[in-house]
Nanobody, 118 residues
């Protein structure tokens, strides 16, 4: 059974850091583009960052450039999102997404809550 399990969310003060993990199982992780999305209360889900299969290319939303870093470890079937200098507007549920097979296969995790508050 395909699974994407996010972890690492929590409550952090503005300016703090968190590292999210997305552990994948039951599919060929190294062949999938991995992305992180987030959804704030009352807002649509938005793309935060993505990384190619080999990790050689990354893409970021303008709102997180210079503060967030996406990475992956294909040996561990895990994607990461390092979040620094967190702001209140970064609050939301963070989801990881896997896309493969020329977008034929799309998998989502269940999400992890990130709350940035003083």
């Amino acid at each position: 059974q395909v699974q994407l399990v996010e972890s690492g969310g929590g409550l952090v003060q503005p300016g703090g850091s968190l590292r999210l993990s997305c552990a994948a199982s039951a599919f060929t992780f190294r062949s999938y583009v991995m992305s992180w999305y987030r959804q704030a209360p009352g807002k649509e889900r938005e793309l935060v960052a993505s990384i190619t299969e080999t990790g050689h290319r990354t893409n970021y939303a303008d709102s997180v450039k210079g503060r967030f870093t996406i990475s992956r470890d294909n040996a561990k079937n895990t994607a990461y999102l390092q979040m620094n200098s967190l702001k209140q507007e970064d609050t939301g549920v963070y989801y990881c997404k896997a896309v493969g097979g020329f977008s034929q296969f799309v998998y989502w995790g269940q999400g992890t809550q990130v709350t940035v508050s003083a």
